[in-house]
């Protein structure tokens, strides 16, 4: 959660600050005030509660999408070492996230890196739109005016803008030795070991079925062993993927394909079908190697070597810059921002006058009864 946190909410800012609304009775925040210096550079309070409203309604929105619900999420306790909250993680990592996009800025004339003066017109008209959508009662209570609007969004700009600079030196040279993968088909049969006593019948059980998938594969010109595998038990379907057969990867926490099936496919041909079953943690394996050298996942696998590569670059390149750098935290000011439960932040629909892709943000504080609170 706490990656989702430092990665998730910038670009979303951004892209949504041009068209966004908010409306609510949070409790007003003096947005004038300064809660941090980075090299001598002042940062406002109310752009980093922008920066955190936007981020707590979208983290809200995504437990919406896959859970169901956002409630109780930002009283979770997040470090069991401090007692620190979800709520309060999040509100350290936005005002480092700020302060680090500071300090990308702060270096981009090291990279020839400039918002041109039509992003600067973008951005300028981004910002009118959004506090023209918006009530003079909500921009209070958020403490932004125009200009912390506009220095979110050009924040967000040299953000993107830096990383290609960054990370130009990183080596993007991947031999196919390095990134070499083999790919697999398999069908697993297991047994479910319900109870001590059943466990022996039943591991019985999926050797026999496994066998029987066997005997059909193997009678079977160009084998559909998914669907053979159904045939026989319709809970079970063939796996196709691939691992490392890199000569420089290290050992792989990855169990997806069990060791003893890369040890049986080591002896096959492509296309070809283990002739025996490769039983692995009480399940049983009918095995075909598809590829000694799968050419299509190893360049895949280049990309995310040259990502990783690229990636430890900017990530060593910006945490020196931040440890160089000269950062004072107004603390007292900083905390009169709060993520809680009470003080809800969430995207919704625009007007029906606005365009299908407008969008608003509604901020509802919301009163807990003795019941709940219980």
């Known amino acids: 959660m706490k990656n989702y946190f430092k990665k998730a909410a910038v670009c979303a800012a951004a892209a949504t600050l041009a068209v966004g609304s908010m409306t609510g009775c949070s409790k007003n925040v003096d947005g004038s005030k300064t809660v941090s210096t980075v090299n001598d550079e002042e940062i406002k309070l109310g752009t980093v509660n922008l920066m955190l409203r936007y981020q707590q309604a979208q983290t809200a929105q995504m437990y919406e999408m896959y859970f169901g619900g956002s409630k109780g999420i930002w009283s979770q306790v997040a470090d069991e070492e401090s ?29 020839d890196v400039a918002v041109s003066d039509e992003e600067k017109d973008k951005i300028e008209k981004a910002a009118e739109t959004f506090i023209e959508a918006n009530e003079e009662e909500t921009l209070t209570y958020l403490g932004v005016d125009q200009s912390m609007v506009e220095e979110v969004l050009e924040l967000s700009y040299y953000k993107e803008k830096m990383h290609d600079p960054i990370t130009a030196d990183a080596d993007t040279n991947v031999s196919d030795d390095e990134a ?44 559909d062993m998914d669907a053979i595998a159904k045939g026989v038990d319709e809970d079970l379907s063939a796996t196709t993927t691939h691992f490392t057969t890199a000569s420089t990867a290290e050992e792989e926490n990855d169990t997806a394909v069990p060791q003893e099936v890369r040890d049986t496919v080591k002896d096959l041909t492509d296309g070809e079908v ?63 921002l709060k993520v809680t439960d009470n003080d809800k932040y969430s995207f919704k629909q625009a007007e029906e006058e606005e365009t299908e892709d407008d969008a608003s943000v509604t901020t509802e504080e919301e009163t807990v009864s003795d019941e709940s609170a219980e």
Do not use: C, P
């Open 180 to 223: 070499a993968q083999t790919g697999v088909t398999f069908v697993k049969v297991e047994d479910s070991e319900e109870t001590q006593e059943d466990s022996e019948e039943e591991k019985a059980d999926a050797k026999t079925r496994a066998q029987q998938i066997l005997d059909e594969v193997m009678a079977t010109a160009d084998a």
């Open 83 to 111: 007692g620190e909250t979800y709520g309060e993680q999040t509100l350290a990592d936005v005002m480092e996230q700020v302060e680090d996009m500071v300090i990308l800025r702060q270096h981009a004339a090291d990279y």
């Open 274 to 336: 283990a002739s025996k079953l490769v039983e692995s943690d009480g399940a049983y394996y009918v095995v075909r190697l598809d590829a000694a050298f799968d050419k299509d996942a190893t360049e895949d696998e280049k990309q995310i070597i040259i990502n990783d590569r690229q990636q430890e670059l900017y990530d060593e390149t910006t945490q020196k810059w931040r440890e160089d750098s000269k950062i004072d935290q107004n603390k007292k000011v900083l905390k009169t």
